[in-house]
């Protein structure tokens, strides 16, 4: 089979690649995806997405490495193995981090990927509830819900942040990120609303777009640098070779990405040739550079009856079922992320470092199952930690998972940042809007109190926010590790691009799924050598020397 472009991975990435690039009908496209389609029901239910995940048919649920500073706890690291990748089991939580975090891109020598080169990229990409302005998209494929919530606890949340000296702000994703405030979501009428169904269901119908589900790409072919093509296992398990006359685009994510890279002789040399591997390309960032946002969870009860328990127990979650399936309404049309903390972990910090979420629900860390009582639960997560990991290969088995080695915690001042974030969440459930509202602290217990008692707690509960990025990150410098140029070439290669989170340099100050998107939106123009959309240079908050606001 010949096609003029091959992508790999239908995740978040993907889908938007596999729309943009048949817009133009002289482009044969070939779409490859090892999961299955994205038709179970589940996988349009928001408040379904821990059912989700803890089925292994559209999640790849790759084992971690043992953690050397959690006491060699191995997390597992979920990622989305269908249509729509973690789009389609995420928590649809849209938010596109800081301005900042651009500006640091193009400050590591990431060339037109700053702030103003940015946004016009996030605006076009959404459509946006809220309505359009100078900020946000209001005729994007990506449908982004504004909350408007109700929930006494996720009122009380916001209130609390503004009695403790935080400020409030109307749009995190807009002119000011840090505060408190509304938290949007990819949901749509009660509904998931994935990169699959913003931007490959319009173009699924196209004669230009082939699309294969149930094939394992465990090759790049490769003839004097240049990618000319993939191999794959088709779900026949027979091998298939495909031909691209323009470009092999690696859209398979942090880890399925160098990965394949690796497998195809792209990536350290040293450890490539000592699995047995021939060298292609000696390129040592490949799998480097993993970064993550780690997340710590407090756990309190409520002392009024106002939480989400009730309804998922047995009888009532089967009412709350049929209630979506019948109006797309209710308890189950909701991730139940609705407002959001942004601050900073000292004064020192230029910019949030820390994100705060609550749910009107507690679960179980081991099980995911409710918390049979009125209970919430508060999520501490380290936006810009320091500590980095790796990816690299097994074996030189495509079938086998990689080794994820994130090093959580590696660096001590991520300790220090996390204890920082467990003392504001105490403070802000002590204020006046959580009165009659929050009684004991479940977990870790207010008794946790010392940075050693907390670090003990934090060996045994810190957990992945599933953010995983920066496995082949964009720069120039290939002896310090970038892997791809700005416009997400493989250095030393040709006819091979990369395009999901992987290339990040460092991670979002947020959820990643929102700039895995908008990274997507932008290649696609510099593969069809669009001009890239006009700058747009937008003022945007931070904090002055005078600020006088906590942190």
């Known amino acids: 089979m010949k096609f003029d472009y091959v992508i790999v991975g239908a995740g978040s990435a993907g889908c938007v690649l596999a729309n943009r690039l048949t817009s133009d009908h002289r482009y044969r496209v070939l779409l490859v995806e090892a999961g299955p389609n994205n038709k179970a029901l589940s996988l349009k239910i928001p408040a379904a997405l821990l059912s989700n995940l803890k089925s292994k048919k559209h999640n790849w649920a790759y084992p971690g490495e043992p953690e050397p500073e959690l006491g060699g706890r191995q997390l597992q690291h979920d990622r989305g193995r269908t249509l729509g990748g973690s789009s389609s089991i995420n928590g649809m939580v849209f938010i596109r981090g800081h301005a900042m975090d651009f500006e640091g891109w193009r400050q590591l020598g990431c060339s037109g990927w700053g702030y103003a080169d940015v946004l016009p990229y996030f605006k076009r990409l959404e459509s946006y509830e809220g309505g359009g302005d100078e900020f946000r998209g209001d005729e994007g494929p ?36 840090e505060g408190f405030g509304v938290l949007d979501s990819t949901v749509s009428n009660g509904e998931r609303w994935s990169a699959a169904r913003g931007y490959l269901d319009p173009a699924r119908s196209r004669p230009n777009l082939k699309i294969v589900t149930g094939c394992h790409v465990h090759r790049i072919l490769v ?11 088709d779900n026949l398990e027979r091998n298939v070779s495909v031909s691209a006359d323009k470009e092999v685009i690696i859209s398979a994510g942090a880890v399925g990405t160098p990965q394949l890279l690796m497998l195809s002789g792209i ?9 047995g591997i021939d060298v292609v390309a000696d390129l040592p960032g490949v799998g480097q550079n993993l970064n993550d946002h780690p997340d710590f969870v407090l756990k309190y009860k409520c002392l009024k009856p106002v939480s989400i328990w009730p309804k998922t127990k047995p009888i009532a979650s089967v009412v709350e079922g049929l209630k979506w399936l019948v109006s797309r309404k209710g308890v189950c049309a909701s991730n139940h992320f609705d407002t959001v903390g942004c601050v900073r972990s000292g004064p020192d910090v230029n910019y949030p470092d820390l994100q705060f979420t609550i749910t009107p629900i507690a679960v179980d860390d081991k099980t995911w199952e409710p918390i049979p009582e009125h209970a919430f639960q508060i999520h501490v997560g380290l936006m810009r930690a320091h500590s980095r990991g790796k990816i690299e290969l097994r074996d030189a088995n495509p079938a086998s998972p990689p080794r994820i080695l994130a ?12 204890h920082k974030g467990i003392r504001i969440v105490r403070e802000l459930v002590g204020q006046p809007a959580f009165n009659g509202l929050c009684g004991r602290e479940i977990f870790p217990g207010s008794h946790v109190q ?31 590790g970038a892997v791809v140029d700005a416009s997400g070439k493989v250095h030393g290669m040709s006819g091979l691009r990369i395009v999901d989170a992987s290339i990040m340099p460092v991670v ?20 069809l050598n669009i001009p890239a959309l006009p700058r747009i240079e937008e003022e945007f908050w931070m904090r002055q020397e005078s600020d006088s606001a906590p942190g």
């Open 142 to 177: 990506l449908k982004v819900h504004r909350p408007e919530p109700r929930d006494p606890i996720a009122l009380a949340f916001v209130n609390a942040g503004a009695e403790a000296g935080y400020p409030v702000t109307d749009d995190i994703c807009g002119y000011r990120q």
């Open 267 to 275: 990536g350290p040399g040293e450890q490539l040739q000592s699995l």
């Open 508 to 527: 979002t100050n947020g959820n990643t799924n929102g700039p895995t998107i908008m990274i997507a939106e932008k290649l696609s123009d510099a593969i």
């Open 450 to 480: 010392s940075n050693d008692d907390l670090d003990r707690c934090l060996n045994a509960a810190t957990v992945s926010q599933w953010h995983l990025s920066g496995t082949a990150r964009m720069g120039s410098d290939t002896d310090q």
């Open 407 to 418: 090093n959580y915690l590696q660096d001590e001042r991520d300790r220090d940042k996390f």
């Open 223 to 233: 003839e004097d640098r240049k990618a000319k093509g993939i191999e794959y296992l």
